[in-house]
Structure formats: structure tokens, C-alpha cells
């Protein structure tokens, strides 16, 4: 069984910043892409960052030059740092990974979300 665990999160005043970890265990063969999702309420769930398994990322255009993503295919994990952080930023953030286990076809898993609080 595959699961994906996160990790950090909280609360940060405006301009602060804040790590989240996403951890991937299980019966793993291989993971490709790696990614960040946040959904605030009342709006749909968004890419925040994604990374591939040769390490190209790509960027919501909201948090360009303020996050940044990276992974640890050593630990099967995933990181999202974030600088600068604004009340629009708050949210429940979730990761996602596309896991092949026991050789078999890649699917899509995910985390189970952390809550982001940007407020002074």
C-alpha cells in the first residue's frame, strides 16, 4: 500500500516563510512526477508547483519567484519551500505523485493536506 504523508505547515505572518515535506512509502517502483496543489475555500484546487522525476519543475503563475520545489528521489519525497508569503496564499495544500507499485502502470496519489495560515 502506497501512501503519501505531509508534513509542516501553520501559521506564518505576511512575509514569512514556511516548508512543507511530502513523504512517499509503501510497496514503491517508481515515481515520475511530484507536485503541490493547494485549494482555498471556495475555490477550486490549483497547481502550486510541480517537479518531474529528471527534476524540470514548472510554477503557478501566482507563486513565481516566491516557491520553490524540490524532491529527494532518495526518500521518495517531495518539498515545497515558500518565501514571501501572503494571505492569498493561505489554503490547504496538498501533494501528488504519480507511483507505479509493484511495477505496475503509474497512478495518481495524494497527501492529506495541510492547512497554510498567512495572518498577522
Known amino acids: 500500500q502506497v501512501q503519501l504523508v505531509q508534513s509542516g505547515g501553520g501559521l506564518v505572518q505576511p512575509g514569512g516563510s514556511l516548508r512543507l515535506s511530502c513523504a512517499a512509502s509503501?510497496?514503491?517502483?517508481?515515481?515520475?512526477?511530484m507536485a503541490w496543489y493547494r485549494q482555498a475555500p471556495g475555490k477550486q484546487r490549483e497547481l502550486v508547483a510541480a517537479?518531474?522525476?529528471?527534476?524540470?519543475?514548472n510554477y503557478g503563475d501566482s507563486v513565481k519567484g516566491r516557491f520553490t520545489i524540490s524532491r529527494d528521489s532518495a526518500k521518495n519525497t517531495v518539498y515545497l519551500q515558500m518565501n514571501s508569503l501572503k494571505p492569498e496564499d493561505m489554503a490547504v495544500y496538498y501533494c501528488?505523485?504519480?507511483?507505479?507499485?509493484?511495477?505496475?502502470?503509474?497512478?495518481?496519489?495524494w497527501g492529506q493536506g495541510t492547512q497554510v495560515t498567512v495572518s498577522s
Open positions: 501528488n505523485a504519480g507511483i507505479a507499485s509493484n511495477s505496475r502502470s503509474y497512478r495518481p496519489y
Open positions: 517537479i518531474t522525476s529528471d527534476e524540470s519543475t
Open positions: 509503501g510497496t514503491i517502483s517508481s515515481i515520475n512526477a
